[in-house]
């Protein structure tokens, strides 16, 4: 039975304080074996913390951070197994406790957690971290203190001297020949600029902006920009943009693949990085890619620069012209470096299946242009669900049409009809996958949910929750997107909040070159780490084989705790959509 304990005190300050003093048996020592969300909770939320069951028994206790009297108490859940290992864990349930402030869980048996807040807005700060996350990764500038304080530092990357590798020369671009591409945002860890990345990054990033534009007519991210009248998250995606457009071959319209070095660079400062720089092929993955953003971007961009946005649906179209007498131009890194020099080693990004990005370009140019003829390419039977990744896109155009769906031209209703199906039963799989969750979220039901870049999983089934919220108003689908909030920022297997510089125990040694290069300071912040990856591609010393147990927070490991765009950009989603929704 859970006994509101703490209305008893605000019967008499005398008896509050008296209490405080005398009752000491709830001071234990600070455990990282209580796992939960270490920012906190929303009053109203649903709010669990888990333990493992053998470290667990009884009853547990909420008390004030700085006193230790209780002002809460439950009792424990049964133990929950693991479909994967032999672990299990014991969940501790204080949702009706909604008094604003922070505090700490005790269990008797185990300790005190770390402090954690009640409040509105509770992740407002965070939410605005994760986007200026990509301010600390732009190229060819220098970050300034006044915004980036002991982040500052020098420009890199100017990219305005840049090599037509073999792999891209054309008539009109010989090898050698150099061309400009400046801005952008770091892919990840690394200094390189990859289009298909950029790809899925943007388009979240401009679908947050589409699903809650008021929300970010307020957000002052203290970027350069933040001075000028338009909302700095599209200021922020403005410098990628920017980049992206320059990577188009304007003789033909063809898209380069990536703007790289032949290797990877040391492990030192942007402006220290200064190995030459390639243009490398035209690929039918990056020209859709590019085609799909370029469409989203021309509409919404319309309002604040109706040139760049008139500039960037001439470049949708053109692009997606390229891709129709190009359909299967796929990057083969390996068969390049067979042919050609400088080898090319850094990242691939790969993708031999372009069905998805079709779909996706094609929804945005109908969505932009109001244009049927591209339903051609969206009218094809919609498969099950599949969450979006780097190299699965489709579901970016359905989330884009359903968000679209009063304001088309001729809408395809079968297609609008069984991507809403679709998605709401995927919601609902979600919904009642939390129920036997060991750590009481969506992520983590199955093993599969573990591979690198597992955290952007957890964002991304965020991300369709909201959807199906935005869709259907249930309260259930948000609990479920919070509870992989909750995951992220620390109710997990490994005990982080996955995110630098956000919770008590987080992420200190990531693989990024600016937060390596200068081990004196705390990371750059506002970062989500790839996250458990039982696959350990980098043969670091991991503490477990187990999949939710597969992480480890050294410099080392970039196939569990690397920085990268692609994975920033759902949390930027899933956290500013939650301020967005509870702040109404
Ligand atoms: O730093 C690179 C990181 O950004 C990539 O994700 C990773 C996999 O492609 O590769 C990292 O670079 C490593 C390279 O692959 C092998 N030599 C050591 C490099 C730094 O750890
Ligand atoms: O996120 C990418 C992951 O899905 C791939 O398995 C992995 C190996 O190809 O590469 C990851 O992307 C990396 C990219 O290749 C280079 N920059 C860093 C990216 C994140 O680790």
């Known amino acids: 039975m859970r006994k509101k304990l ?8 005398g008896f509050l304080s008296s209490c405080h003093r005398s009752n000491l048996n709830y001071n234990f020592p600070e455990t990282e074996a209580i796992r939960l969300n270490q920012i906190g909770y929303y009053p109203e939320s649903k709010k669990f913390a888990a333990i493992s069951a053998h470290e667990a028994t009884g009853t547990f206790y909420l008390t004030k951070a700085d006193e230790n009297t209780p002002v809460y108490e439950g009792d424990l859940s049964e133990a929950v197994s693991s479909d994967y290992s032999d672990k299990k864990t014991k969940l501790a349930d204080f949702s009706a406790f909604t008094q604003k402030g922070e505090y700490r869980l005790v269990i008797p048996s185990a300790g005190k957690s770390y402090p954690f807040k009640i409040e509105d807005g509770i992740f407002e700060e965070l939410a605005k971290g994760s986007i200026k996350a990509f301010y600390y990764n732009r190229a060819s500038s220098p970050l300034l203190e ?37 801005y952008g945002w770091y892919d990840a860890g690394d200094y390189n600029k990859y289009i298909v990345n950029s790809g899925i990054t943007m388009g979240t990033l401009l679908s947050l902006y589409e699903d809650f534009n008021d929300y970010f007519h307020h957000q002052n991210l203290n970027i350069p920009e933040s001075d000028n009248q338009n909302p700095d998250l599209l200021d922020e995606i403005l410098w990628n943009l920017k980049w992206m457009l320059k990577m188009q071959d304007p003789n033909d319209g063809g898209v380069y693949h990536k703007l790289t070095t032949a290797e990877f660079e040391g492990m030192v400062m942007p402006h220290e990085a200064t190995n030459q720089r390639y243009m490398v092929a035209k690929s039918t993955a990056a020209t859709l890619n590019f085609a799909a953003v370029m469409a989203q971007a021309s509409r919404i961009y319309k309002q604040y620069h109706p040139s760049l946005a008139t500039e960037c649906l001439n470049a949708a179209e053109k692009a997606w012209d390229w891709a129709k007498l190009n359909p299967a131009q796929l990057y083969r890194q390996d068969e390049i470096n067979k042919i050609h020099i400088p080898q090319i080693q850094t990242g691939t990004y790969g993708d031999n299946n372009v069905e998805d990005e079709w779909i996706w370009a094609a929804a945005e140019l109908y969505i932009s242009t109001q244009n049927i003829s591209y339903q051609e390419n969206i009218s094809g039977p919609v498969d099950s669900f599949t969450l979006p990744n780097w190299s699965n896109v489709g579901w970016l155009g359905y989330y884009s049409l359903l968000r679209h769906r009063n304001k088309l031209n001729n809408p395809p209703k079968d297609v609008l009809d069984k991507a809403k199906n679709q998605l709401l039963n995927q919601a609902d799989v979600y919904v009642e996958s939390v129920k036997n969750s060991r750590f009481h979220s969506v992520m983590g039901k199955n093993a599969s949910d573990f591979n690198w870049g597992s955290n ?18 249930k309260q259930e689908y948000l609990e479920a997107a919070l509870s992989n909030l909750d995951y992220i920022l620390g109710r997990n297997a490994t005990g982080y909040s996955f995110i630098t510089g956000y919770g008590s125990k987080t992420p200190l040694y990531p693989h990024h070159r600016p937060s390596e290069a200068e081990p004196d300071k705390a990371p750059v912040p506002g970062f989500l780490v790839g996250g458990p990856n039982p696959g350990q591609q980098d043969n670091c010393d991991y503490p477990s084989n187990i999949p939710d147990e597969s992480y480890i927070d050294e410099t080392c490991s970039y196939a569990s705790n690397e920085i990268a765009i692609n994975w920033n950009a759902p949390l930027a989603y899933l956290t500013n959509a939650l301020e967005a929704i509870y702040s109404k």
């Not at 990357?157 to 090898?175: F, T």
């Not at 999983?457 to 108003?473: E, K, P, T, V």
């Open 6 to 13: 703490y209305l008893l005190f605000i019967l008499s300050a």
């Open 146 to 182: 006044q915004h980036a304080g002991i982040w500052a530092r020098e420009a890199g990357h100017p990219d305005d001297q840049v090599k037509i590798h073999a792999s891209a020369a054309s008539e009109q671009r010989p090898e050698g020949s150099v061309v400009s591409a400046p």
């Open 456 to 473: 952007s999983n957890a964002a991304n089934q965020g991300i369709l929750l909201i959807q199906a919220y935005l869709l259907s108003d």
